[in-house]
């Protein structure tokens, strides 16, 4: 029962700090104008906030190998729920920044020892299973931080979304006083073990790994399109509610959530159905999997592209169906690519795929911050619309395609070179 309890503490825990990072975006305009200052700057604030996230993480990865892990998520929870409470009384943007720069040391901690504490209470045959899971909630908790803020910024001042993230923060503190640190290991099989490593669910780099994963040219590339394409889309769904708000006037904030809701979360089955689609092309073509990504990066970008191109014809409500319908299948298209990534880079030897799985959450994160920023002085040098800046990361993204090539090229022989154990 304690394990069962545990799991489940830790997958709320996983739900609401996710959404930290997304609850401000929505509310872009609304928290620019109280506290007077540009609303690019918001986007500036969220990059930041994945930067300083992203490198605490390795530091609280590193602690957790030391120390108490349930304790020291414990401390980090309490530490962003109370700076998520401080953010609300934010008077200029300095002080929004500071209060969420240091909110997201505490953020940083979440990935690393979640899943630290998950190898030890899930036995080995069900890990998959429970680390997919875990996946799952954090895209679903980014969506609840924008959904939060989209539906209550009509009704109720900015403080509010952010004050219910902050009890929800508190609340999980608490449960966590409530569950037992596993026994590191306890729950390995002696002879089927699965651990971090062979999950790649550590969150660390082994920096003595990274000579052997330069020897696996494919691996870098694909650590590379990642990373490029996290530059090209990672603000798209983060600023969408904002951008529809500000480009199409006449559309309330409750509408541009729903909106929202409406095209991305036609990734959620998008993830298994072009997951299993690469598994059987994967059968019989090494290529199998990539050249699935190939396709919807092409058809989703393009997709994109006429999407964030119809602002310019109208801004009315015909153009903004016809956006809808294009913008939905480019999003179902672009949710089948991280599946099938990851399961290429599960193609590496287990002693080194830890390694590899922090390069690429770290890939995401910086991407992501770059696009953010870069979606920020788009919509500066645009006269403060978003969607040309929009227009601007789709052809981006259309570009990616150009370093799947030589990912073509050499992921057929590196497969049997790692399996032939050359590598």
């Not at 918001?42 to 602690?63: D, K, P, Q, R, Y």
């Not at 120390?67 to 953010?87: A, G, N, P, Q």
């Amino acid at each position: 029962m304690k394990k069962l309890k545990s799991n489940q503490v830790l997958i709320l825990l996983t739900l609401f700090s996710s959404a930290l990072f997304s609850i401000i975006t929505p509310m872009a305009e609304e928290i620019s104008s109280a506290l007077s200052f540009d609303e690019n700057q918001v986007a500036f604030i969220n990059s930041m906030f994945l930067m300083v996230g992203a490198v605490s993480s390795l530091m609280w990865a590193v602690l957790g190998d030391k120390f108490s892990r349930r304790v020291l998520l414990i401390i980090s929870t309490l530490e962003w729920s109370v700076l998520t409470l401080l953010t609300i009384f934010s008077i200029n943007f300095f002080s929004l920044l500071v209060f969420q720069l240091i909110t997201a040391i505490g953020f940083g901690a979440a990935l690393p020892l979640i899943f630290s504490l998950t190898v030890d209470l899930v036995e080995s045959k069900n890990r998959g299973k429970r680390f997919g899971t875990l996946s799952a909630i954090y895209v679903l908790g980014n969506g609840l931080g924008q959904i939060l803020s989209g539906f209550l910024i009509d009704y109720y001042s900015w403080q509010i979304p952010i004050l219910i993230i902050s009890i929800s923060g508190f609340v999980c503190t608490v449960l966590l006083f409530l569950i037992e640190e596993p026994l590191r290991g306890g729950k390995d099989d002696i002879y089927k073990a699965i651990d971090e490593a062979t999950l790649g669910v550590g969150y660390k780099i082994k920096f003595e790994d990274l000579k052997q994963i330069w020897k696996i040219k494919s691996t870098l590339w694909i650590l590379l399109l990642n990373f490029a394409m996290f530059i090209s889309i990672g603000a798209i769904s983060s600023f969408f509610i904002s951008m529809l708000k500000n480009d199409y006037p006449w559309i309330s904030s409750t509408f541009a959530t729903g909106i929202l809701v409406i095209i991305f979360g036609s990734q959620i089955p998008a993830g298994p159905i072009f997951g299993k689609l690469g598994d059987k092309k994967y059968k019989t073509d090494k290529n199998g999997r990539i050249k699935v990504v190939l396709i919807c990066l092409i058809s989703g970008s393009t997709l994109y592209i006429i999407a964030y191109s119809l602002f310019f014809i109208s801004n009315e409500l015909p153009i903004l169906i016809l956006f809808i319908l294009f913008a939905l299948v480019g999003a179902f298209l672009f949710g089948g690519i991280d599946p099938l990534t990851q399961a290429t880079l599960g193609i590496n030897p287990p002693q080194i795929r830890s390694t590899i799985y922090s390069l690429n959450y770290l890939t995401y994160t910086f991407g992501r911050s770059i696009s953010l920023l870069l979606l920020g002085q788009f919509f500066v040098v645009f006269n403060n619309i978003y969607s040309p800046g929009y227009l601007i990361l789709s052809i981006m993204a259309l570009l990616c395609t150009l370093i799947i090539l030589p990912i073509i090229k050499l992921l057929p022989q590196d497969i049997d070179n790692i399996k032939s154990r050359q590598i």
